[in-house]
């Protein structure tokens, strides 16, 4: 991990011109075997028949809404559908951003979301101001050599403590740009109340807490620059196709099954040629191993959604009542901000099963509370991966709660053997669930 305590002049400026350079030429540079004018959104009917058919196609599933299973396809993904008598209706007119309500692109192509370098300017310029309480670290490099950082919040933070660590991420899905504004935001806001607020003061005194909002750079400036739907890193497989699912190429459980992953390069959970194939992946299994995180969350888009695992399997942890407790309490405390109701459940009770993803590797391996949260919208009507720049900061605000909730649980959990803490939420169960169904 390399401690960035400054950046030069020269070092500064030399990336902005290399930034620049390389904004110059990727709009000559050829897409490689990749025609995404022929992709489209489509959507099956979300029967039994179907749903078993589809399960070992490895299909770009968007989500459930109206009976129906939307899809991203290309010619041969429709081909496949059709050799298996699967009729599905064309629906990409309606996804385009230019059918999404309140949705608006200002200040370039991606508008109030952050581009790397936008982050990482940033995130410096925390560091900057915040001296005494941030500091960022350069963690390990992408595939195309940008810095994945990590950002401390903690009052001695030049210090390595005996406190709650809490982890966060955002970005390992290239097209979810709302999932790197959350963590960011999260970062910003306890830096900037820390002398306002008791609470937030009392919280970072007591924590470690780490934030890690853009695993994918590659992919998300490809993102932004090339084809909006792209979700996984730039790999170049070297068959023509590109990318790896840094989401499915997690140590632990990897490649369990066909269904969680694909071991198809043309797929986009492609799980890579082994675990921890990927340096981005491979940095946040290295950042984590030097450390002693308490709990983690990685934030992804969007469905509305807080999942725990296992995604692997649809057998329960040893641990699922203190999971589903801790959820239900996130999703409580979100949903008293603007009234948006968050379901929560194990990671395999969705459509599909995923093996090889973070939750699962960092419950697998450190055996703490971990927690996939997928961010609003719900639909295809308001927004998909197309968030509108007014809907960042509400959805910051209402994940804000479940993110302070969980670095107080950390903390104050800290020394607690897992049985205590089981034994307490379980007598509290209850009351938190019939809560949450008034």
Not at 61 to 86: C, F, H, P, T, W
Not at 250 to 268: R, V
Not at 307 to 328: E, F, I, K, M, R
């Amino acid at each position: 991990m390399k401690n960035i305590d400054k950046i030069n002049s020269w070092n500064f400026y030399t990336k902005r011109l290399l930034f620049l350079f390389f904004l110059q030429t990727i709009f000559i540079a050829p897409v490689v075997a990749q025609n995404y004018d022929l992709t489209e959104i489509i959507s099956i009917e979300n029967s039994h028949i179907n749903r078993e058919k589809i399960k070992y196609l490895h299909l770009d599933l968007l989500m459930e809404k109206g009976g129906r299973i939307y899809i991203v396809a290309d010619s041969e993904v429709m081909s496949e559908l059709n050799g298996q008598s699967i009729p599905f209706i064309l629906e990409t007119h309606d996804f385009s951003p230019d059918n999404q309500l309140d949705i608006s692109i200002q200040g370039g192509a991606n508008g109030d979301f952050h581009s790397y370098v936008e982050l990482e300017r940033d995130l410096l310029d925390l560091e900057n101001t915040f001296p005494d309480l941030a500091k960022v670290y350069d963690i390990g490099d992408s595939l195309e050599n940008r810095n994945i950082y990590a950002l401390k919040i903690s009052d001695n933070v030049l210090s390595d403590e005996d406190e709650a660590e809490t982890l966060f991420l955002g970005c390992h899905h290239a097209r979810e740009w709302i999932s790197v504004e959350v963590p960011f935001l999260l970062g910003k806001y306890l830096l900037e109340n820390y002398h306002q607020d008791v609470f937030i003061q009392n919280l970072v005194d007591q924590s470690e807490i780490w934030i890690v909002p853009l695993v994918n750079p590659d992919g998300l400036e490809y993102s932004i620059h090339f084809y909006r739907y792209w979700r996984k890193n730039r790999r170049d497989n070297g068959d023509g196709t590109y990318g790896v699912d840094l989401n499915r190429n997690y140590g632990y459980q990897w490649g369990y099954d066909n269904n969680g992953s694909s071991p198809n390069t043309n797929s986009d959970v492609y799980r890579g040629t082994a675990p921890f194939s990927e340096p981005e992946s491979l940095a946040i299994r290295d950042f984590s191993a030097q450390h002693h995180f308490s709990s983690l969350v990685s934030y992804h888009s969007y469905s509305q959604v807080i999942l725990y695992p296992w995604g692997y399997t649809s057998l329960p942890t040893d641990q699922d009542v203190l999971l589903n407790v801790l959820a239900a309490n996130m999703s409580q405390r979100m949903q008293t901000v603007n009234g948006r109701y968050y379901s929560f459940g194990q990671g395999s009770g969705s459509l599909y099963t995923t093996n090889g993803d973070t939750t699962d590797w960092s419950f697998g391996t450190y055996g703490i509370p971990s927690f996939t949260l997928e961010l609003p919208p719900s639909s295809a009507q308001l927004g998909e991966f197309f968030n509108a720049e007014g809907d960042i900061q509400p959805i910051f605000q209402e994940n804000l709660q479940a993110a302070l909730y969980l670095i107080e649980w950390a903390a104050q959990n800290k020394s607690l053997p897992k049985d205590s803490i089981d034994n307490i939420l379980r007598r509290h169960r209850s009351k938190i669930t019939n809560t949450l169904k008034k």
